[in-house]
């Protein structure tokens, strides 16, 4: 996307719409807003960020599957302090607008991101990504590396080989493994083994015991197999916006569970009430992104491997694969969940701080 002024599409002053206050516990974080904060016009869709701090070095943070940027509330203060700090709704999710498109893959985020740094950050930014977020920037870190200055992933998703199932994506973060799993079972044909099904759904010529096998009766199958499957994942979605739901699978990723609060509850529920977040939650689920060591072999930036350790989804072995990978990658682990940024973020405050001064960036 081209434009011809960052600044024309970008409504409401930065600094002017930060709110901040104290939890019960006396932390400064970001008040939830019910109607978001800035906009940013992508592509004719408008796109909800934040912006805070006026000096230092660029940050973007970008959010996991189902989250907002207010998932960095206890962040963004701090590291507003010694940086510019952006936070950005990714299309689909939060404040942005939830258009039905392509999202399997990840490939819009990537470009979205891509472009948000060239327009609003106006210079190559240090991208963090918790969960789908951080798969998100490794893409725009290979696909646009003029617009990345280094790369922190935080419980990071992506897959490292061929996918073996027919609801297996790059997307193993914030929507659980169970829920997956039960999304898979629906959309199943009753009598068709895992193993039978993750050969079925992708133009495999081998068919589980239940399905037409072969020329025309299985281009008639894979129609009713995605009718199935999106009645399924809608069924799914009901259940999982619901407020006492989030509140259960954010205590399975919380270790401290006091964090996961009203108003982080209410940052998930309030925009899950779109009319069209139900079909973007289908788009979410059902492709998969470029396998990881596609990815790390393109690029040629630092990067942070910040990881809570006790995350029961995404464990300290995805990072160890990473490092692997790209050898020069720096890990800090942490004993917390699936998002440590705001399960311990005093920690992972600290922790983010300590690797930017490393790499030059004054904090």
């Not at 943070?61 to 907002?68: E, K, T, V």
């Not at 939830?98 to 990840?106: M, R």
């Not at 990723?253 to 899950?272: F, G």
């Not at 701080?353 to 490393?358: G, I, P």
Request: hydrophobic share 40%; net charge negative; aromatic share 8%.
């Amino acid at each position: 996307m081209k434009t011809s002024a960052a600044a024309a599409s970008v409504e409401a002053p930065a600094q002017e719409s930060i709110k901040l206050e104290t939890d019960s516990h006396g932390v400064e974080r970001i008040a939830l807003q019910k109607h978001g904060w800035q906009t940013w016009k992508w592509q004719g869709h408008k796109v909800n960020f934040c912006q805070a701090g006026d000096h230092g070095p660029p940050i973007v943070l970008i959010h996991g599957f189902g989250a907002s940027m207010y998932h960095w509330r206890y962040n963004i203060p701090a590291l507003a302090k010694t940086h510019r700090v952006f936070a950005m709704d990714m299309l689909g999710f939060g404040w942005s607008e939830k258009p039905v498109l392509e999202y399997s893959g990840c490939n819009i985020w990537a470009n979205q991101l891509a472009d948000f740094i060239k327009e609003v950050v106006h210079e190559p930014a240090v991208v963090v990504g918790n969960s789908l977020g951080g798969y998100t920037c490794l893409l725009a870190a290979a696909q646009a590396p003029e617009q990345v200055a280094g790369v922190v992933l935080v419980n990071s998703a992506g897959r490292f080989s061929a996918p073996q199932a027919a609801v297996e994506t790059a997307l193993q973060d914030d929507s659980s493994v169970a829920l997956r799993d039960a999304v898979q079972e629906a959309a199943e044909p009753a009598d068709s083994s895992p193993q039978e099904a993750s050969t079925s759904g992708r133009g495999s010529e081998s068919a589980g015991p239940g399905e037409p096998k072969g020329g025309v009766w299985s281009r008639v199958w894979e129609p009713v197999r995605s009718v199935g499957m999106r009645a399924a994942v809608y069924i799914s979605f009901l259940a999982t916006k619901q407020p006492a739901r989030i509140r259960q699978v954010l205590k399975q990723v919380y270790i401290e569970h006091q964090n996961v609060d009203e108003d982080l509850v209410q940052s998930i529920v309030i925009p899950a009430g779109d009319p069209n977040a139900a079909a973007v939650f289908y788009q979410v689920i059902s492709g998969w992104g470029q396998p990881v060591p596609d990815l790390l072999s393109r690029l040629k930036v630092p990067m942070l491997l910040l990881w809570g350790e006790l995350d029961p989804w995404i464990g300290s072995g995805k990072a160890e694969q990473i490092q692997r990978a790209y050898p020069r990658a720096e890990y800090a682990g942490m004993q917390a969940g699936h998002c440590p940024h705001d399960d311990l973020p005093s920690e992972f405050n600290s922790k983010l701080l300590a690797w930017l001064d490393k790499q030059g960036a004054p904090s």
